[in-house]
């Protein structure tokens, strides 16, 4: 009895030991967060759907810059391989039309209005110029299946770019196309409590992915993970065991604010004016 005992024993540290492995983010030769650190992040500029500064558009970013905040943006591939700056793949929600972003080229996309507003979708180019440097950006590249040439064409821009910058995604190919290309850019790897959420538990990847089990290919330097669930083991130990730096997204209220700066180190907020 003694024997098996100890042999579950051993194998249960051994699994623990992996499991620990499996999630660890960068450790060594991480670079210094605490300039980003300093910012609160508006969620894809300082928007109002209702205005004429719609989500992701250059006035949203230039109210944003103007008030002194951060940008959290999102960057994906246009059909003729043009970066510009959207969240949804598909156009129904913020365009009110058909297909996706991968559907048009950039040009086509000009005929689409953002909302009910006259601005149109940013190049991300554009957006660059429009900050340029004035306030730190966090960069969410866009990757729906394995293609990451929005990795590359993205980094092309950030090259010549001379403000801070940093770069985020769900997708952990995205994350570790930078640890592999462009070391010295900080990374992050965004999650979900997806198992809470069954309308986006869709395949097993989201498990692998809401328990950052891809840390080991991607090696982030900071997590960005929903405000609404702190409590998530391996993010919970990549912060306090590894000393990773942790974002939380997307905050909605003051309140919110308050309880999320016991759990995070960066905040990225929406839907009101932080105090």
């Excluded at 051994?14 to 650190?37: N, Q």
Aim: net charge positive; proline share 4%; hydrophobic share 40%.
């Amino acid at each position: 009895m003694l024997t098996i005992l100890t042999t579950i024993a051993i194998g249960a540290l051994a699994l623990f030991i992996l499991y620990l492995l499996m999630i660890m983010p960068r450790v060594s030769g991480k670079p210094d967060m605490t300039p980003f650190k300093k910012w609160l992040y508006a969620h894809r500029g300082l928007h109002d759907n209702a205005t004429e500064a719609p989500e992701n558009s250059l006035r949203a970013f230039s109210r944003a810059v103007e008030a002194g905040y951060g940008i959290e943006l999102d960057v994906q591939m246009t059909k003729d391989r043009v970066p510009v700056v959207f969240h949804d793949f598909t156009l129904k929600r913020i365009c009110r039309r058909e297909g996706k972003i991968s559907d048009y080229t950039y040009h086509e996309l000009q005929n689409f209005r953002l909302c009910d507003s006259q601005e149109r979708i940013p190049r991300f180019e554009d957006v660059l110029k429009l900050v340029d440097g004035r306030v730190p950006l966090i960069v969410e590249l866009k990757i729906e299946k394995l293609n990451t040439a929005v990795c590359s064409a993205g980094d092309r821009l950030l090259a010549k770019y001379k403000g801070m910058y940093c770069i985020e995604s769900f997708h952990p190919l995205a994350v570790f196309w930078y640890r592999r290309h462009r070391k010295g850019v900080v990374r992050g790897q965004l999650s979900d409590a997806f198992l809470k959420q069954r309308e986006k538990f869709k395949n097993p990847f989201c498990f692998f992915l809401e328990y950052l089990l891809f840390n080991w290919l991607a090696k982030p330097d900071f997590i960005a993970y929903n405000h609404q669930y702190p409590k998530v083991l391996s993010r919970r130990f990549c912060r306090g065991l590894f000393g990773s730096t942790a974002a939380a997204w997307t905050i909605k209220s003051q309140e919110q604010l308050r309880a999320a700066r016991k759990h995070f180190d960066i905040f990225i907020f929406d839907s009101f004016i932080p105090e």
